[in-house]
């Protein structure tokens, strides 16, 4: 199983960014997935998850902020992250239950 997520970088606060998460090795379309973060010195959080039936979480602190989608003909997860904070500021990963994770991509929010 292979995940490869894409589209991190430095953006201003307020500001957007897509994720991409590119998968390979499992049968994409029957499983849930996830985006996790991590900032440093804090473990790591879930911030999306989309189930195979396209039903999706969030956590509060980003509900209104964080859309997850998912594209199983392209075998892709998706994370478009909106009105982004320093507080975002952390490597996300995409997520496959239950040990499968993506080598992260890293999103810095400052002016």
């Known amino acids: 199983v292979q995940l490869q997520a894409s589209g991190g970088g430095l953006v201003q606060p307020g500001g957007s960014l897509r994720l991409s998460c590119a998968a390979s090795g499992i049968n994409f379309r029957l499983n849930t997935v996830a985006w996790y973060r991590q900032a440093p010195g804090k473990q790591r959080e879930m911030v999306a998850t989309?189930?195979?039936?396209?039903?999706?979480n969030y956590p509060d602190s980003v509900k209104e902020r964080f859309t997850i989608s998912r594209d199983n003909i392209r075998r892709t997860l998706y994370l478009q992250i909106n009105s982004l904070k320093p507080e975002d500021t952390a490597v996300y990963y995409c997520h496959v239950p239950p040990g499968y994770w993506g080598q992260g991509t890293q999103v810095t929010v400052s002016s």
């Open positions: 989309i189930t195979s039936g396209h039903i999706t």
